[in-house]
């Protein structure tokens, strides 16, 4: 009952895609092919389509893509160049502590500090 309720309620995208031929989403074939046979003592039979048909089906998650905007690509790039160095391997706690890489920080954090939410599409 508590599976049938559930996907009969708002359901994601993915999970209003049929897992069989039947028109059964794919957890309550899993549930039919798996877990019930297990469980048979206790009388339960398989979900058929007509208990769970009325559903509503959610939509989507909205994607929000990072790092589009000039500055925030220019912030990225300078996250990277403080992590990698041009050899491709990440810098040691050694190299950190350095004049070089100390000030190439402290460009970043100012650069970091200027940037404004308002710098980006708000779509």
Known sequence: MYLV???R???CPEMTQNGSDDGLPSVIVA???????SIRKVQINP????EIQDFRAASGPVAHPYWQSPPSR?????????RVGATGAAFTSEQRK???WTAQLTDYLAQ?????????DAS
Do not use: M
């Not at 549930?31 to 046979?37: D, G, I, R």
């Not at 979900?47 to 007509?50: A, C, S, T």
């Not at 970091?112 to 980006?120: D, I, K, R, T």
């Open 98 to 100: 350095g004049f070089s």
């Open 31 to 37: 549930f039919n092919k798996e877990l019930l046979p």
């Open 74 to 82: 220019e912030l990225l790039a300078g996250c990277q160049k403080l």
């Open 47 to 50: 979900i058929k389509l007509d």
């Open 112 to 120: 970091l500090e200027s940037w404004q939410p308002g710098n980006e």
């Open 5 to 7: 309720a559930n996907v």
């Open 9 to 11: 309620e708002t359901r």
